[in-house]
């Protein structure tokens, strides 16, 4: 998938492996409240949009959001890797995926892609990519400087972060915050 030394998908997906981490007794996930009702639950990390955490008080921020289509082409082999990027403004889309090249050491008859067409997110929508204009960097320094406020409060992942991030520096950023700022925290409570 990328060009690096060791590479790796949990083995049941990233789904399970979340569903495991998530059941962990320490954990409390709720559905159907307000988060501003739960903020004195401190420690509390939050890893929904920045800007709706805070009721959108400074602006919203912009994103970017894809959608999928199926394809089924009629051969064993589409383009040879799983993920091919196009930067040309003459093709619609931005990337194919063709998901058995994740799986290499398995048998496939005939194959599957997915086009991601990038499109503007709408407002009841969850973003994928950060904008980041100069008007979005002043809304987050607005942002950053009321979470910098606030004690007990963690803003992670992309949402909460404002930041595009590939799953394998969102784990290393989410083991640092853990390491450095939630785990002293708990200590010193």
Not at 108 to 118: D, L, P
Not at 175 to 188: D, G, Q, R, S, V
Request: net charge negative; aromatic share 14%.
């Amino acid at each position: 998938y990328f060009k690096v030394t060791y590479q790796g998908l949990p083995k049941d997906c990233y789904q399970a492996w979340m569903e495991r981490i998530a059941d962990h007794t320490r954990i409390d996930i709720v559905f159907n409240s307000n988060i501003l009702d739960r903020i004195h639950d401190a420690p509390l990390v939050y890893t929904g949009a920045m800007d709706a955490f805070f009721n959108f008080k400074h602006g919203r921020l912009g994103w970017r959001s894809v959608d999928f289509v199926e394809e089924r082409p009629d051969v064993d082999d589409y383009q040879g890797c799983s993920v091919m990027n196009y930067g040309d403004a003459q093709v619609p889309w931005t990337r194919i995926h063709e998901y058995k090249h994740y799986r290499p050491d398995r048998e496939y008859r005939g194959t599957v892609i997915h086009k991601e067409f990038s499109r503007d997110t709408l407002p009841n929508e969850t973003g994928a990519y950060p904008v980041n204009t100069a008007a979005d960097r002043e809304m987050l320094t607005k942002y950053r400087s009321e979470i910098a406020e606030m004690n007990g409060v963690w803003f992670g992942g992309r949402l909460g972060s404002y930041k595009y991030i590939d799953m394998h520096a969102a784990i290393a950023s989410a083991l640092t915050l853990w390491n450095n700022e939630i785990k002293p925290y708990l200590e010193a409570a």
